[in-house]
């Protein structure tokens, strides 16, 4: 079992990803925006952050940085959630940060599959 | 692990739809040629979440149209592309196309697929022919068939590796499941040990991988593994047993292969979420909507509501608490302090109660928010230049209320903007403003929601609406109106004459539709117009499950509630302030005003404990712009009460907006200010007088009632 | 409703007794009325109810059934038998009502619950005609249980919007 956060503005994908990672025994926090997600990052301590890219307030980008700039998270993984495959968007990610992506749309089993890379 | 995606559908709709209308919003306000950057986002946001959303759900058309339009955005947001009109009325258009692709999703129907093609090949072409339209994969590289046994690769990761949070353990722990792995490790680039730096990554790999005959050692599977951390090392993968060197650098695009293995696709993650993805034709005509129906639908509470209510669970915690500790060890001197903590616990139990029923109540922005759009919209058609002024945006209504009073609001203001408003000539030769001006109001009135759509248009031509009536037999040639029936005759079904009043949205749709809704509703309409002012056209609703705040008073043992709105003051009554005139009407001078006396149990048949007006109270309340002192026994509290409707089980009374379940279980009825006065016309004369002889015994006053039954059998 | 009626028929028939209605009866000025079980919500004692001003005497007024406003209608007013005090037998039986636009729930005031017997389809006899006698528009049928002459009722004719008064309220 893990303790993840997954981080995303809209209400639908939270739900998948947390019934999802719920349903494989792992325990979940969600945010819906990076500030949201910052301040329960700071507080707690996680194994795993899923997070999407475009968000209001503070994107995915930004949240990223922020969270490799607290001890805690500097190895941590986290993943992005984006629609953007293109090599540029995967590279800001990346360059903020990032361990890796999930591509949307992606299936419940996708998700587990990607997630148990770095769960080991 | 199987997971139903259909219980996610739900939340999915929802958020489109109010990411939609966050959209059409945005829209409305861009400045085209300037364009607020933040504005421009969030337009962008909600078409990337809907496409996420709509892809990941299976809604496939839903993602394929949404894709078109996030680029168009994305080129927008990123200054590519200047914010044009064109582009603009696109967009709106499309948030119309999506909102009925949704729909019918939700639904369960199939999406009519021609206006979509159309407005996504308009986008298209606004795009230009370059860009790329379809929803992409993940841009890996495709399959290459090479049947490769060994693989040799080396692996060296920068420095920074693992602060991306990769761990090569994870990688090779990958490689090894692939077949069987060869590992060498070259730590030569290990610093001494008072210069390492924890967090950096000095070693690097070379493998020999060996596919152990079951296939899984591909290019493909390989390139996976090391997907993500392609920028953050050297990595070469180098096909043994084939002469083609098949060799990828890092930080290179992977070359793309033509040809395609269709079983390997399936199951590779990458390719099974790029466009090839066979579920969602399916699954788009599934009916998706029977689980997700709009009866079933969930309600968005502000968060204020919600810690209210929170507030007040705490505060029953602790009455609940008190009261249990009187039950361990109670002395009969405690007997105050317990009925206390009870009367605590009435009201804690009551206005929870209210509290959640307010849940349910929403602001009437949600109905208004899309008139701007529909305004414009309409106005751009007809060539007329209209400004929209919102009020009363705040005012709450039931959600099952809202839902139905979008469409015949919708008909109302675009019947008030075809038809009242003149074009800007016309308006400029009268005299009046180019341009015209249409307001949406709303407010509560009793337990009442009003709603008004005024226009400064031309008005209502009486003359051609009554000509018409006559021509279509609904009214006879001598027959005398008022200019209030004449006017409601626009409400008849049989009439619709273009010239007057007619559909613009030409889905046949009159104006006798708008009033049915409104009375299913339980609702009335009611309209004012003035030649060259304009028309007023006001729709009073009922607060189904609303709240309303009460005065209780009593009349011949009876509760009755007057909603506190309506209440100017209450008074005794000196003897010598009251003047009967003709001997019937009594009239009450307070202060500068004569105020008409209405005994409540005159209207209601009812024997109260004293007809002098010495005795009881008077309360003047105010209805329709109309002040009448409501004669009561006596004044009880004041409180909020749920109003419950009479309709439900039987049917609307006269003087009565509906009921309410008092503290002690019991019904008590709340009066319909408006609605008595009208009732207090109609008393007789003389059944005012001769007080004190009727209404002594029951015996009268079943007569009366029997009279009244018959009277209004009569009518029917 | 009247599919999960029929399915309630049907499992009723299962059980062995086929064919049968069940017929929920009341006393009222000693005769014996029934009305389709399958309609009756609850039965409750008499109580009070809260007036409504300015409808026909048979409407005794409303009641709160857990949070709903329901009417009751004085059975007795309304077939125009002697009204009498309630007593301690005075019942309320609320029942479903299938109007012609939705249904209602509503209750009428009897002066007390008989039993409920099963009914056959062959046993039940109309009603004999008694010419245009207003009444009798809501029998659906007599029936003879143990000697004793049991009238059933068609609670919707009975309790109809029109013999409520609610088309009047319509305006």
């Known amino acids: 079992m893990a303790r ?21 025994g792992h325990d979940v926090q969600e945010a819906k925006d990076g500030v949201e997600a910052l301040g329960i990052a700071k507080g707690n301590k996680f194994d795993l952050v899923l997070t999407d890219i475009n968000m209001p307030n503070m994107d995915g980008i930004s949240l990223i940085k922020e969270l490799r700039q607290i001890s805690d998270y500097k190895f941590t993984p986290i993943l992005t959630l984006t629609t953007e495959s293109g090599t540029e968007k995967k590279g800001e990610g990346k360059s903020a940060g990032a361990t890796g992506w999930i591509v949307k749309p992606f299936s419940p089993d996708q998700l587990l599959s990607t997630i148990k890379k770095v769960l080991g | 692990m199987s997971v139903d995606m259909s219980q996610f559908y739900q939340t999915f709709f929802e958020e489109s ?55 168009l955005l994305d080129e927008m947001r990123s200054g590519e592309r200047l914010v044009t009109q064109e582009a603009v009325d696109l967009l709106l258009k499309s948030v119309d196309i999506l909102r009925a692709m949704l729909t019918a999703t939700q639904e369960g129907q199939a999406i009519e697929m021609d206006p979509v093609t159309r407005l996504q090949s308009q986008l298209e072409a606004l795009l230009g022919a370059d860009a790329s339209l379809e929803v ?26 693992l602060r991306t949070g990769n761990d090569p353990a994870r990688i090779i722990k990958e490689l090894k499941a692939l077949g069987e792995l060869e590992i060498q490790v070259d730590i030569s680039a290990l610093p001494h040990f008072k210069d390492i730096e924890p967090s950096a990554s000095y070693f690097s790999w070379d493998f020999q991988l060996t596919d152990a005959g079951e296939g899984k050692a591909s290019k493909e599977a390989i390139e996976e593994i090391f997907n993500w951390v392609e920028d953050d090392c050297d990595l070469q993968i180098i096909a043994q047993e084939n002469s083609n060197v098949d060799s990828v650098q890092a930080n290179t695009e992977t070359p793309t292969s033509p040809k395609s293995m269709p079983v390997e696709t399936r199951s590779s993650e990458a390719q099974a979420s790029s466009k090839g993805n066979p579920e969602p034709k399916t ?149 009046k403003p180019e341009k015209g001006h249409v307001k949406l109001d709303a407010y509560h009135q009793g337990g009442n929601v009003i709603i008004e759509i005024v226009d400064d248009g031309a008005g209502i031509n ?32 049989g009439f619709s004459t273009a010239d007057v009043v007619s559909d613009v949205s030409g889905r046949g749709v009159g ?130 009460v749920v109003i419950k409707s009479l309709e439900t089980n039987y049917r609307s009374v006269e003087g009565v907006s509906g009921a309410t379940i008092l503290g002690d279980g019991t019904v008590a009825l709340i009066l319909d200010i408006t609605d008595l006065i009208k009732l207090s016309r109609t008393i007789q004369p003389g059944q005012a007088l001769d007080r004190g002889m009727s209404h002594s015994n029951n015996q009268t006053s079943n007569a009366s009632l029997v009279e009244q039954n018959q009277a209004t059998n009569a009518a029917a | 409703m009247s599919n999960a009626v029929q399915t309630l028929d049907g499992d009723i028939s299962i059980d062995g007794v086929a064919e049968a209605d069940q017929y929920l009866t009341f006393i009222m000025a000693d005769e014996e009325y029934g009305v389709d079980i399958l309609r009756v919500q609850e039965i409750r004692g008499w109580d009070s109810a809260t007036p409504i001003p ?40 609320v029942l479903r009502v299938e109007g012609a636009e939705k249904e209602r729930i509503m209750g009428i005031v009897v002066d007390a619950v008989s039993d409920v017997y099963n009914v056959k389809e062959g046993e039940m006899k109309p009603a004999p005609d008694f010419g245009s006698v207003g009444s009798i528009d809501f029998v659906r049928g007599l029936v003879t249980i143990d000697e004793k002459m049991i009238i059933t009722l068609e609670i919707d004719q009975m309790l109809s919007d029109q013999e409520i008064g609610v088309a009047v309220g319509e305006e």
């Not at chain 2, 109010?18 to 300037?34: H, P």
């Not at chain 2, 979440?49 to 894709?67: D, P, Q, R």
């Not at chain 2, 049947?147 to 420095?159: T, V, Y």
């Open chain 1, 4 to 24: 993840i956060l997954a981080v995303d503005d809209s209400a639908s994908m939270r739900q998948m990803v947390s019934f999802t990672l719920k349903g494989a």
């Open chain 2, 17 to 71: 739809v109010e990411g939609l209308d966050e959209m059409e919003n945005c829209l409305l306000n861009l400045d085209v040629g300037q364009a607020d950057p933040e504005t421009v986002n969030t337009i962008f946001r909600a078409a990337h979440s809907i496409k996420g959303g709509s892809a990941t759900f299976g809604f496939a058309e839903v993602a394929k149209f949404t894709h078109v339009m996030e680029t």
């Open chain 2, 136 to 161: 992409k994969g993940n841009g890996s590289s495709n399959t290459s068939a090479n049947q490769n046994k060994i693989w040799d690769i080396h692996f060296k990761p920068h420095e920074h590796l």
């Open chain 2, 283 to 431: 699954s788009v005509k599934t009916p998706v909507g029977k689980k997700a129906s709009a009866d079933s639908g969930s309600i968005r509470v502000s968060i204020d509501k919600v810690d209210a209510l929170i507030n007040m669970v705490g505060e029953l915690v602790i009455t609940q608490s008190m009261l249990g500790q009187f039950g361990e060890t109670f002395e009969m001197d405690q007997i105050e302090k317990l009925r206390d903590g009870l009367v605590q616990l009435e009201r804690n139990t009551r206005e929870l109660q209210e509290n959640v029923m307010r849940i349910r109540m929403l602001p009437i922005s949600f109905a208004f928010q899309r008139f701007p759009r529909v305004v414009r919209d309409l106005s751009q058609q007809l060539g007329k230049q209209v400004e929209l002024q919102l009020a009363g945006e705040q005012t709450e209504l039931d959600k099952t209320v809202m839902e139905k009073i979008g469409d015949p609001l919708v008909h109302l203001v675009r019947n008030s903007v075809d038809h009242g408003i003149e074009l800007p000539e016309i308006r400029k030769a009268a005299g």
């Open chain 2, 462 to 493: 009486k003359d051609k609406v009554l000509e018409k009536a006559k021509e279509r037999g609904l009214v006879n040639e001598n027959d005398k109106l008022s200019d209030e029936q004449i006017f409601d005759l626009v409400f008849h079904p």
């Open chain 2, 511 to 640: 104006m006798d539709v708008v009033k049915r809704n409104i009375r299913e509703l339980g609702g009335s309409i009611l309209v004012k117009s003035e030649p060259e002012k304009g028309s007023t056209f006001t729709i009073k609703l009922p607060l189904t499950l609303a709240i309303l705040d009460g005065q209780l008073v009593t009349v011949g043992g009876e509760t009755y509630i007057i909603p506190l709105v309506s209440i100017i003051e209450s008074l005794q009554v000196k003897k010598d302030q009251v003047s009967a005139i003709a001997g019937t009407a009594e009239l009450y001078k307070l202060r500068n005003e004569y105020i008409p006396v209405v005994r409540l149990y005159d209207l209601f048949h009812c024997q109260p404990i004293s007809e002098n007006l010495e005795d009881g109270l008077l309360v003047v309340v105010e209805g329709d712009g109309q002040h009448i002192g409501l004669y009561v026994d006596d004044l009880q509290g004041q409180q909020q």
């Open chain 3, 54 to 93: 300015n409808t026909p005497a048979y409407i005794r007024g409303v009641i709160n059934l857990r949070g709903v406003i329901v009417p009751l209608v004085d059975l007795r007013e309304r077939f125009g038998i002697a009204t009498i005090d309630y007593g301690p037998t005075t019942v309320v039986i």
